[in-house]
């Protein structure tokens, strides 16, 4: 079965063919090291996760980039206010990030590149120049550089616009008069005072570099000229993928990217879920509530990327209940398959459909619902004592494939060790025959959260479940 997406370019679903398989070449934005992302960010990464770990599942090799924007407007202002150098301040956010990535269970990319480490910027100095050496680039009275969009046609391509249109608007700032066509983006910003002591030399003055050009740059740095998958949030279609487009097809000549997938917003109200909008919620916030990184995962990643998806608490907590359903079956498929070997022919356990429902544009709410289907009968059997040890075996083989992808299933607790004191109490309790108070000891246990049961290898110690 092919795996299809939907390609922001063609505006249709489109058979997935890499360049050269089995490798996959990824490009992700990621984040500006200004402060905490927020979890609208997060929905892109989770994306971005999902489609990786698909892939992986169905055999691919992804090499992954995602860059991280430690200088612009906003990184410079911030480490002004801190009162601190730009590369201390961006260095406390960067570690935020990949502590917060990792509490998401986002798997880490090959390469973080940094737009400020010396080997970018002098990529992106080296594609600036090309594009001035070819006059598809100049330099505007304020000193800053910019390309000219009229020299690349397909400009307004990806976003669906025509370039004719593409006067004053919402859209684009007006406020830039030096520039020839209000639609020239910058590739170079001229240094002013504002900027302190950042700053770095090039051949047209001193100055940093533009969002995009930091993009083109390092994809072509890390992957070469043509890569297979480019995403992002909607809000990046225009200008940010245009403008590296135009960039990275001017320099290098080849198609830049195969598949472009954008993932629909995180909305709040019926709105994007935005810093300028002060409407958003970091991970932090949500684990100083008493939630999870696997319980955000889930709301994240439990809807299909294209559609807009609205944040709410009472989101949180279904995510949370499907979850405990998830765990709680998990559990009593353990119970019965104890050391079991699982049973090769059993269907149910042999069953592609959750990874056919991702082939066809990572469909998570079909294939969500295979997993929920396979809880349901399963629960049914379990209750009717039809499940043998083997085929919850093979069940349990089957979600560890899954679990691959979701990356959903509950880390096992450690036992508190007031549960290990009253647990050890218990079995001399039990080995002096004192059955009352093992009994005793077991409802402290409970009290605790924890269930225990008695097998033939001595007492098993499982998490209280939501039902019991
Ligand atoms: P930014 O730091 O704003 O460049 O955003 C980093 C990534 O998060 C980009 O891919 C954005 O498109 C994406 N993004 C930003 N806000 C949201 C949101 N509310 N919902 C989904 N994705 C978002
Ligand atoms: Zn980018």
């Known amino acids: 079965m092919p795996i299809t997406f939907y390609d922001t370019y063609s505006r249709q679903l489109e058979e997935f063919k890499p360049i050269e398989p089995p490798k996959v070449k990824l490009y992700t934005c990621g984040p500006t090291v200004y402060s905490f992302a927020h979890i609208g960010n997060f929905r892109a990464y989770v994306f971005e996760d999902l489609l990786q770990r698909h892939l992986e599942a ?66 992106m100095i080296e594609m600036i120049d090309q594009l001035m050496q070819e006059d598809i680039a100049y330099q505007a009275e304020d000193r800053s550089v910019y390309f000219r969009i009229m020299r690349y046609p397909d400009y307004g391509k990806l976003a669906h616009l025509d370039l004719a249109e593409l006067r004053p608007s919402g859209r684009i700032r007006s406020d830039e008069y030096e520039k020839e066509n209000i639609g020239d983006f910058a590739l170079w910003k001229a240094w002013d005072e504002k900027d302190g002591l950042v700053g770095w030399n090039a051949p047209w003055g001193r100055g940093r570099p533009g969002w995009h050009i930091e993009c083109s740059a390092m994809a072509t740095r890390l992957l070469g000229p043509e890569i297979d998958i480019h995403c992002g949030g909607v809000d990046n279609i225009f200008p940010h993928h245009e403008a590296e487009i135009a960039q990275s097809e001017c320099v290098n000549h080849k198609k830049f990217v195969r598949y472009w997938l954008h993932n629909a917003h995180l ?25 999870t990184g696997r319980e955000l995962r889930y709301a994240l990643i439990g809807s299909n990327y294209r ?66 289907d396979q809880i349901r009968s399963t629960n049914r059997a379990i209750d ?85």
Do not use: C, Y
């Open 58 to 123: 169905r055999g691919f090799e992804v090499e992954r980039v995602m860059n991280l924007t430690d200088v612009d407007d906003k990184t410079i202002r911030g480490s002004r206010e801190a009162g601190i150098s730009l590369p201390e301040f961006t260095a406390k956010f960067k570690k935020a990030f990949f502590e917060d990535i990792e509490t998401l269970r986002i798997k880490r990319a090959n390469h973080f590149p940094a737009a400020t480490e010396p080997e970018n910027l002098a990529k």
């Open 267 to 291: 909305l709040v109200e019926g709105q994007k879920m935005s810093k300028s909008l002060g409407n958003f919620f970091t991970l932090r916030d949500l684990l100083d509530k008493g939630f």
């Open 307 to 372: 559609q807009p998806l609205n944040f709410t608490f009472d989101g949180l907590n279904a995510a949370r209940h499907s979850l405990l359903r998830i765990d709680e079956w998990l559990r009593r498929l353990r119970d019965i398959a104890g050391n079991a070997e699982p049973d090769p022919g059993f269907a149910a356990a042999k069953s592609d459909s959750f990874f056919n429902a991702l082939d066809e544009d990572l469909n998570i709410s079909a294939a969500l619902a295979e997993v929920f």
């Open 384 to 468: 009717s004592a039809e499940l043998t040890a083997s085929q919850a075996a093979a069940l349990l083989d089957w979600w560890d494939r899954i679990n691959q992808v979701l990356q959903l299933q509950e880390e096992a607790e450690p036992i508190p060790p007031n549960v290990t004191r009253l647990l050890q109490r218990r079995a001399a309790a039990r080995a002096d025959k004192n059955w009352s108070e093992g009994d005793s000891l077991r409802t402290q246990i409970e009290e605790l959260g924890w269930l225990v049961k008695d097998t033939k290898d001595g007492q098993k110690l499982t998490k209280r479940s939501w039902q019991s």
